[in-house]
């Protein structure tokens, strides 16, 4: 069994920052990639950022520049940095994490989910 608890978000102005984090835990020989999705009102979930355990980053376009991801692989902790924060990316964000857990199995988990909302 695995949890993915995130913490973080909440309410913040056009311009501000905000910081997420991730953390999986339970029966975890190995943690995969980690990524950030979010999904808006009346559409479709989408992939924000995702990092191996590596260290390799991927973005979508709207987000570059301005969003930062990064892990520490000894805790299963992931992080969102959201810098420049635009009203279009309020959404409910969730984090996805992908493991091997102790029968072998590699599996994808997902975080509850957490409210962002970027308004004046």
């Known amino acids: 069994q695995v949890q993915v608890v995130e913490s973080g978000g909440g309410l913040v102005q056009p311009g501000g920052s905000l910081r997420r984090s991730c953390a999986a835990s339970?029966?975890?020989?190995?943690?995969?990639?980690m990524g950030w999705y979010r999904q808006a009102p009346g559409k479709q979930r989408e992939l924000v950022a995702t990092?191996?355990?590596?260290?390799?980053?991927t973005y979508v376009d709207s987000v570059k520049g301005r969003f930062t991801i990064s892990r520490d692989n000894a805790k299963n902790t992931a992080y969102l940095q959201m810098n420049s924060l635009k009203p279009e990316d309020t959404a409910v964000y969730y984090c996805?994490?992908?493991?091997?857990?102790?029968?072998?199995?590699?599996?994808?988990?997902w975080g509850q989910g957490t409210q962002v909302t970027v308004s004046s």
């Open positions: 990092i191996t355990s590596g260290g390799t980053t």
């Open positions: 339970g029966s975890i020989l190995s943690v995969n990639a």
């Open positions: 996805n994490t992908v493991a091997r857990t102790n029968d072998f199995v590699i599996r994808s988990y």
